[in-house]
């Protein structure tokens, strides 16, 4: 009798294992846990040979990546009249966000989204493909975590107001206070600006586009952590503009926000915890990252389409310091521990290359 009933109770699991993995065959032939789900794969592989030139981390990876901060940011959990998070308002009502002091610059990127966005002919949100494009974006630099992708955001039915996205030249108070308000500790503030390490200037300054913020910028690398805490240089045409500090190499930009987060005794530690630790940094963003991607939306609501997401390529290398300097250039701010050793990249000092413009 007990055999019998072991064995029952086994087949039992075997066809609820069964059911739980049960998977739906999409028209395109790919696989998916949740029909919904089959309709971003036509999307996500246009978005990768159209926008992200066959799935390469460049200009188009940062456009979209900087356009999705840009639309959720517009939310308050005290106030209403913020927006509605993560919800496409930036591109439905562009006629009025865009002319924001904060997104100027974000046009290029709206215009590039455009023809794409038309094309998915209203199968999905203008919320759901901004948000699809950045997570698709960050698969294509090595050394991300999966990012996730919840399905079925809701338009904005009016647009954000001026005054939801922090900028450059804002105080770390300023910045802090108004994350906070949209729902983000100082440590996920630190967690979010990791996509800064595949960025660089977009009309920060119109003389400097394509300007990166670190030397790897096709990289989701540790080496933003690293460069941000060092002492900087006045380089001929490259500073001195609202928004920016001297940069530590030729050809890199340094925001002042940045460069003043990195010091400041409520993220100093949050910022020096990413240095040469690329698990700690691809695993906390990947976590801030989610959270900013359904600002606004009422999570129960959503399907979990994250399998839609390619999976990105490892990041196999460490954190250096620049060829020329040392440990004496680093100006550290966390009093809880000291700066990790690193080594100094080999060769001569040299200068960044700008970010190719699409």
């Known amino acids: 009798m007990a055999f019998k009933i072991l064995a029952l109770l086994t087949a039992f699991a075997a066809v609820s294992n069964a059911a739980i993995t049960r998977r739906v ?5 790919n696989t998916a846990t949740n029909a919904a789900c089959c309709v971003l794969f036509p999307i996500v592989q246009n978005l990768q040979t159209n926008l992200f030139d066959n799935g390469t981390c460049g200009d188009g990876a940062h456009a979209a990546l900087r356009l999705s901060f840009h639309d959720a940011i517009g939310f308050s959990r005290t106030n209403s009249s913020f927006g509605t998070g993560a919800d496409g308002s930036i591109f439905i009502f562009q006629n009025t966000e865009l002319g924001f002091h904060a997104n100027i610059g974000i046009d290029d990127a709206v215009a590039q989204e455009t023809p794409l966005i038309k094309a998915v002919n209203g199968s999905i949100s203008t919320a759901d493909f901004i948000q699809l494009a950045a997570a698709v974006s960050l ?59 595949i960025a660089g200037a ?68 949050f910022w020096q915890a990413n240095v040469n630790n690329q698990a700690h940094m691809a695993r906390t963003f990947q976590s801030a990252f989610a959270k900013m991607q359904i600002l606004g939306q009422e999570e129960s609501d ?34 809880a521990s000291p700066f990790p050793t690193l080594p100094t990249a080999p060769g001569p000092v040299t200068s960044v290359a700008a970010i190719p413009q699409s």
């Open 25 to 29: 065959t999409c028209p395109d032939g």
């Open 139 to 197: 698969t294509n630099c090595p050394g991300t975590v999966r990012p996730t992708f919840m399905f079925g955001r809701k338009d904005a039915t009016f647009p954000a107001p001026d005054g939801t996205v922090p900028e450059p030249f804002d105080s770390v108070t300023k910045i802090l206070e108004r994350m906070g308000d949209a729902g983000f500790s100082p440590a996920e503030v630190v967690a979010v600006l990791a996509s800064h390490s």
């Open 202 to 269: 977009d009309n920060i300054d119109p003389n400097l586009v394509g300007l990166p913020f670190d030397s790897t910028p096709s990289t989701f690398d540790t080496q933003f952590f690293i460069e941000t805490q060092l002492v900087g240089t006045t380089f001929p045409g490259t500073s001195g503009n609202q928004g920016e500090v001297a940069a530590p190499l030729q050809g890199e930009l340094r925001l002042q926000s940045d460069f003043l987060l990195a010091r400041d005794q409520r993220t100093a530690c």
């Open 302 to 335: 959503l399907i979990d389409c994250s399998e839609v997401i390619p999976i990105p390529a490892p990041f196999t290398g460490k954190g250096m310091l620049p060829a020329g300097f040392t440990r004496a250039d680093v100006q550290q701010a966390c009093r």
